[in-house]
């Protein structure tokens, strides 16, 4: 079982920066895949970014590649998210989350754990 736990939302005005983290419990961070979600008013959730177990691979959503940045650091079993240039568009609940591979995170066809989210908020 693996718990994950996200902080760093909140408020910013466009054009500002976050950083999101997510700490995950047990030993095993290192075994999974770790991707960031989103879920905005009356949309779907989908997607934002996904890493893999060693950090070498990354992807990013369309939306957001240029502006994020996604990172883990496996000693402190911590995945990152750095937003940047933020958008009102950009507004939602971020989730964190682990699975087995990055094709099954990527297409949100197998995530294994989730977390519980943390708001982001920007105001234009």
């Known amino acids: 079982q693996v718990q994950l736990v996200e902080s760093g939302g909140g408020l910013v005005q466009a054009g500002g920066s976050l950083r999101l983290s997510c700490v995950a419990s047990?030993?095993?961070?290192?075994?999974?895949?770790m991707g960031w979600f989103r879920q905005a008013p009356g949309k779907e959730r989908g997607v934002v970014a996904a890493?893999?177990?060693?950090?070498?691979?990354?992807y990013y959503a369309d939306s957001v590649n240029g502006r994020f940045t996604i990172s883990r650091d496996n000693a402190k079993n911590t995945l990152y998210l750095q937003m940047n240039s933020l958008k009102a568009e950009d507004t939602a609940v971020y989730y964190c989350?682990?699975?087995?591979?990055?094709?099954?995170?990527?297409?949100?066809?197998?995530?294994?754990?989730w977390g519980k989210g943390t708001l982001v908020t920007v105001s234009s």
């Open positions: 890493i893999s177990r060693s950090g070498g691979s990354t």
């Open positions: 989350a682990a699975g087995g591979t990055m094709a099954g995170l990527t297409t949100g066809s197998r995530v294994d754990y």
């Open positions: 047990g030993r095993t961070f290192s075994t999974y895949s």
